[in-house]
């Protein structure tokens, strides 16, 4: 079964300053890898995907993500973080079973931007 | 843009009855899945529909919760007698039949079960 850790709970971060978002993720295949946003009270928003090919991913909103293989990681970044990047968000790995893909979620991490 | 739509938005009710969440998932998608977050823990999957069947659930879903689509538009959660531990945010996505696995969500439904 897939899995996916998300080290950090809760990341704070300066307007400005770049923001890198760790993942982890178990999974005997390729993995189909996601980083979705939530804001409070909101529903889930994809910010960006890998399937295949070139390894480093862009995604809405200047937000980028690394697939290492290797690593089994996927983490996210972004250069110059803005305050409307306060948030929560997860990572996720979908299974490659035909007709399902069901994702398998992180635990999430808080994003804080200050002033 | 399209999109999924879900209502209520917040649902509350009391342990023991039952509650229908529904889901309007985008046009031509043919995979439909629900997903919940109880507060503060991660999203969790539940069900994936596919035509017109269950295609794989997780062992939340056990026999209170059911799913339909009953008119070719609309999707559907039941929870037949709810307890405190179903209080979670409930949220439906769709895909389409693309390789791409992409799974659009809906805003979600809160259920507080009292």
């Known amino acids: 079964a897939q899995s996916v850790t998300q080290p950090d709970i809760h990341i704070t971060v300066s307007e400005g300053a770049s923001l890198e978002l760790r993942c982890n993720y178990s999974y005997g295949a390729t993995p189909y890898l996601f980083w979705y946003v939530q804001s409070p009270g909101q529903g889930l928003q994809l910010l960006l995907k890998y399937f295949s090919g070139d390894t480093l991913v862009q995604g809405i909103k200047g937000f980028e993500a690394e697939f290492k293989r290797s690593q089994s990681s996927f983490n996210l970044r972004k250069p110059s973080v803005h305050w409307s990047d306060a948030a929560e968000y997860f990572c996720?790995?979908?299974?490659?079973?035909?007709?399902?893909?069901?994702?398998?979620f992180g635990a999430g991490t808080t994003v804080t931007v200050r002033a | 843009e399209p999109e999924v739509t879900q209502t209520p938005s917040h649902q509350v009710t009391q342990m023991g009855q039952e509650v229908i969440l529904r889901c309007v998932p985008i046009?031509?998608?043919?995979?439909f899945y629900w997903y919940r977050q109880i507060l503060g823990q991660k999203v969790e999957f539940l069900v994936s529909?596919?035509?017109?069947?269950?295609?794989?659930k997780s062992e939340i879903f056990d026999d209170q919760f059911s799913v339909e689509r009953p008119d070719g538009s609309n999707f559907t959660l039941k929870i037949r007698s709810t307890k405190l531990e179903d209080s979670a945010m409930y949220f439906c996505a769709s895909r389409d039949r693309g390789l791409s696995g992409e799974q659009y969500f809906g805003p979600g439904t809160r259920l507080t079960v009292t």
């Open positions: 046009s031509n998608h043919l995979y």
């Open positions: 996720a790995v979908g299974a490659d079973f035909p007709n399902d893909y069901k994702l398998s």
């Open positions: 529909f596919y035509n017109n069947e269950i295609s794989e």
